[in-house]
């Protein structure tokens, strides 16, 4: 049985843990799912680790809120090189899944963005560790987490 690991913090404004969660068990079976919910975003890169070492997780869901301040941009960057070389020291996916606040000046907008990114990124875990050739199907095509897709680019 697979584990899936789900990290997050209390510092975020939306439980988008939760919500993968919710969003794993509607879509699939042969899983554990383990929470492990930190206080901020650079707490992150350790619980991953943690995850991985302690608890033999194969893939992890990584959820951080960074605010709208140049402090909080500069917290969000050092959680994501820390969760970069946590990947590569476990040699294991992490997907790191962060939704900045002025994404949205608009609170049920950043909600729902909050959901939806959590939700298509649990989906993309699913593909990852059961059915990676879903993804090939995908690639190139321009989509995109939380907000509508892109779509790819014609010659």
Known sequence: MKKIGIVDTTFARYDMGHAA??????????????????PGIKDIPVA?????EEKNCDLILAFGMPGPKPIDKQCAHEA???IIQTQLLCNKHILEVFVHEDES??????????????????????????NQDELITKAGKGLREGFEDAGPLRM
């Open 21 to 38: 969660i919710d969003e794993l068990k509607s879509n699939a079976t042969g899983f554990r799912i383990l929470r492990y919910t930190v």
């Open 80 to 82: 994501s090189t820390g």
């Open 48 to 52: 991953c680790k943690i995850l991985f």
């Open 105 to 130: 000046d608009d609170e049920k907008k950043l909600a729902r963005l909050a959901d939806r990114r959590a939700r298509e990124h649990a989906i993309n875990a699913i593909h990852l560790l059961f």
